[in-house]
């Protein structure tokens, strides 16, 4: 198995350590992860967490990485926000990452996983909306700053914890979609939704179909662990499932190219 979706001790909500990982992935069958340390910018937030430094983490990649146990891919998980572009690209084509996971976690200046304001004086599909209204911005913000995007329905773990249905946002996902697949970017099946008790994967199996029908290619499969105990976690079911929708193959980065794998050798 490969996770494209792993977060260390240098993110700041990681509990495990780079060498942790290595140490434990032949036991998992793991043999190629993606390391996607956290890049939120904060600025006019309170709060005491700050921006990652990037070259402080791929000092601590580097010095850790042992392809003699398992390969590994230098990757971030970028916060995209509509005003942070230059910020966000400076840092972005000052280091040769394999793999940009962009995700939406501060929608509206609002942290949601920290501030549950975000939801506050709207009704669940107003907030719902105002979160894929700027998923779709910051899509047509940025190109060159992310390969996928990451968790799409992330802000249901927040709201109402109820499955997004298609047919309440077709217009805003398909919207979405179609401008993913125009710009040649991709979408992440992330497996964090069913060990959160959501049980279904982010995004769930109707927005991933839909990808599909509208011609979309490009799917990556990660954890989003924060601790050994989740590498891999219900990756194997994410295989499962996007082959029994007809999908064979998922892609793996690397140097910010996709390389399509098979999905029946991953096993």
């Known amino acids: 198995m490969k996770d494209t979706h792993v977060h260390t001790t240098i993110s700041h909500d990681g509990k495990s350590s780079i060498e942790e990982y290595l140490n434990i992935a032949k036991e998992k069958n793991v043999d190629e992860i993606t390391f996607t340390e956290h890049y939120d910018i904060y600025d006019g937030l309170k709060t005491n967490l700050k921006t990652l430094d990037v070259d402080k983490y791929l000092e601590e990649y580097l010095s850790k990485k042992d392809d003699s146990k398992i390969k590994t891919n230098f990757g971030i998980e970028i916060g995209l926000q509509p005003d942070?572009?230059?910020?966000?690209?400076?840092?972005?084509?000052?280091?040769?990452?394999?793999?940009?996971?962009?995700?939406?976690?501060?929608?509206?200046?609002?942290?949601?996983?920290?501030?549950?304001?975000?939801?506050?004086?709207?009704?669940?599909?107003?907030?719902?909306?105002?979160?894929?209204?700027?998923?779709?911005?910051?899509?047509?913000?940025?190109?060159?700053?992310?390969?996928?995007?990451?968790?799409?329905?992330?802000?249901?773990?927040?709201?109402?914890?109820?499955?997004?249905?298609?047919?309440?946002?077709?217009?805003?996902?398909?919207?979405?979609?179609?401008?993913?697949?125009?710009?040649d970017k991709g979408i992440e099946v992330n497996t964090s939704g069913i060990r959160y008790g959501l049980n279904e994967t982010h995004p769930n199996l109707d927005i991933i179909k839909r990808y599909k029908e509208l011609g979309g290619k490009i799917i990556t499969v990660g954890s989003d662990a924060h601790r050994i105990e989740d590498l891999a976690s219900n990756v194997e079911d994410a295989y499962s499932m996007l082959e029994s929708i007809g999908i064979d193959e998922v892609a793996i980065y690397h140097h910010r190219r996709p390389d399509f794998v098979k999905i029946k050798t991953l096993y």
């Open 84 to 183: 942070a572009y230059t910020k966000i690209h400076n840092m972005v084509i000052n280091h040769n990452f394999d793999f940009i996971i962009g995700s939406s976690h501060i929608t509206c200046k609002k942290d949601m996983a920290m501030d549950p304001s975000f939801f506050e004086g709207k009704t669940i599909k107003e907030a719902y909306m105002d979160y894929f209204n700027e998923v779709l911005e910051n899509i047509n913000t940025y190109y060159y700053e992310f390969d996928v995007y990451g968790h799409l329905d992330y802000v249901i773990r927040y709201g109402d914890k109820q499955r997004i249905n298609l047919k309440d946002y077709q217009d805003i996902i398909d919207n979405i979609l179609r401008t993913l697949i125009r710009k």
